[in-house]
């Protein structure tokens, strides 16, 4: 099975002049973004939060979250973000694609805007 991964630039609303960008995988399954702990903290995200989430094995775990400013594809949104671990691959979770309107085409594994976001 083929990987999706976006560029991704994450900064703090307060100060918009750092950020953290690399390239994240998107996971469909995943409702939230994540990026290592220790970038968030380098550019001024500050902890909101904590959530329990349950990871691909089934184990729940707690993570702290805070709220971002998330650039991909030329499109600008905002949503929560978790502290991963370190070392910890960035994902780009659901809500941030599809407050934009951008889906994960199920035959290809590309990245498709839809023709109008839903408001129904």
């Excluded at 995200?45 to 805070?66: F, H, N, Q, V, W």
């Amino acid at each position: 099975m083929r990987l999706t991964n976006v560029t991704v630039k994450i900064s703090a609303f307060a100060n918009g002049e750092k950020s953290f960008e690399a390239v994240f995988l998107v996971d469909t399954g995943a409702t939230d973004s994540m990026v290592p702990a220790s970038e968030l903290e380098n550019i001024g995200i500050k902890k909101e939060g904590k959530m329990s989430y349950e990871l691909a094995d089934g184990t729940i775990r707690e993570y702290p979250y805070g709220l971002a400013r998330i650039e991909f594809m030329g499109e600008i949104t905002a949503g929560r973000v978790i502290f991963g671990l370190a070392g910890a691959q960035p994902i780009l979770g659901v809500t941030a694609l599809e407050s934009v309107g951008i889906m994960v085409d199920p035959t290809t594994k590309t990245l498709k805007r839809l023709p109008a976001i839903p408001l129904k």
